[in-house]
């Protein structure tokens, strides 16, 4: 269940510095307030009046991010980008709240792995309120769904609906990366994509030399699993068009 999981009321809202400090911005105290009004409409009176800026946003989303073995794969490749995983599981989360610590304190020499952090949300609910309208540039969806058949269209982290939020926060030229070993499961996410007006397929020769998709293969924890049972791994990538203009 996760009735115990709190959404902030819109991106503004999200305490990011906590999550990357090194890209905390130094604020006044009510900064926030000057530039957003002290009764600002989103903002919940029961909560803090400032929230600490950081100087980009995150662009990168793992969605279902599971033990982060994708994260800490792609934050080198990535050093000066924010890549934050997305999690339903309260102890799954906080495993890769703590390899971040630990990994950020190896490396604290190279200012290595500031770049990555992991909160607890469902997915399927309220992206946009984490993400602004075309702040990511790239949003992976790895071995999203294991119990695919038996899950009703209405429980599938792919659907109709959802395509339509992944293309709201994802700006135009990015791109959705998909990868699972159920072919049923392939199936759907290539027919939902397709027929989504905001996605276009990648073609396979892009998507071979995509860095991301050869780290998407060996570095998620269920890519190895498959690669241990000689599974067959499905990929398919989606990049998002420019909107058309207004009639
Ligand atoms: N992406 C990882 C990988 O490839 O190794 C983990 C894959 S695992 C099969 C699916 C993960 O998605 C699980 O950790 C599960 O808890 C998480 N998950 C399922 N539904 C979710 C939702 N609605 N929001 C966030 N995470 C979800």
Same mark, same amino acid.
């Given at each position: 269940?996760?009735?115990?999981?709190?959404?902030?009321?819109?991106?503004?809202?999200?305490?990011?510095?906590?999550?990357?400090?090194?890209?905390?911005?130094?604020?006044?105290?009510?900064?926030?307030?000057?530039?957003?009004?002290?009764?600002?409409?989103?903002h919940?009176?029961?909560? /803090?009046?400032?929230?600490?800026?950081i100087?980009?946003?995150?662009?990168?989303?793992?969605?279902?991010?599971?033990?982060?073995?994708?994260?800490?794969?792609?934050?080198?490749?990535f /050093?000066?980008?924010?890549?934050?995983? $997305?999690?339903?599981?309260?102890?799954?989360?906080?495993?890769?709240?703590?390899?971040?610590?630990?990994?950020?304190?190896?490396?604290?020499?190279?200012?290595?792995?500031?770049?990555?952090?992991?909160?607890?949300?469902n997915? $399927?609910?309220?992206? /946009?309120?984490?993400?602004?309208?075309?702040?990511?540039?790239?949003i992976?969806?790895?071995? /999203?769904?294991?119990?695919?058949?038996?899950?009703?269209?209405?429980a599938?982290?792919?659907? *109709?609906?959802?395509?339509?939020?992944?293309?709201?926060?994802?700006?135009?030229?990015?791109?959705? *990366?998909?990868?699972?070993?159920?072919?049923?499961?392939?199936?759907?996410?290539?027919?939902?994509f397709?027929?989504?007006?905001?996605?276009?397929?990648?073609?396979?020769?892009?998507?071979?030399?995509?860095?991301?998709?050869?780290? $998407?293969?060996?570095?998620?924890?269920?890519?190895?699993?498959?690669?241990?049972?000689?599974?067959?791994?499905?990929?398919?990538?989606?990049?998002?068009?420019?909107?058309?203009?207004?009639?």
């Amino acid at each position: 269940s996760d009735h115990s999981l709190t959404y902030p009321k819109s991106p503004s809202d999200m305490d990011w510095a906590s999550h990357y400090p090194a890209y905390t911005v130094k604020e006044e105290s009510g900064e926030y307030e000057k530039e957003h009004g002290a009764e600002s409409e989103s903002h919940d009176p029961g909560q /803090p009046t400032t929230v600490r800026a950081i100087s980009k946003p995150v662009e990168i989303a793992d969605i279902g991010c599971g033990f982060g073995g994708l994260l800490f794969g792609l934050a080198p490749e990535f /050093p000066d980008t924010l890549l934050l995983g $997305m999690e339903i599981r309260t102890s799954v989360t906080e495993y890769v709240q703590e390899k971040v610590r630990a990994l950020r304190t190896q490396n604290v020499a190279t200012n290595g792995y500031q770049n990555v952090s992991c909160i607890r949300a469902n997915t $399927m609910k309220f992206l /946009p309120n984490f993400f602004t309208k075309s702040q990511l540039t790239k949003i992976f969806l790895c071995f /999203p769904d294991p119990h695919f058949k038996q899950r009703k269209h209405k429980a599938r982290i792919v659907s *109709y609906t959802l395509n339509s939020e992944y293309a709201y926060v994802l700006r135009p030229g990015g791109v959705v *990366y998909t990868i699972t070993d159920v072919q049923d499961l392939h199936n759907w996410m290539v027919e939902h994509f397709e027929k989504h007006p905001s996605f276009d397929r990648v073609s396979e020769e892009d998507q071979e030399q995509d860095v991301c998709v050869k780290i $998407m293969r060996t570095e998620t924890e269920e890519g190895k699993k498959v690669e241990r049972n000689q599974g067959t791994k499905f990929i398919a990538l989606f990049r998002r068009v420019e909107d058309p203009p207004w009639p």
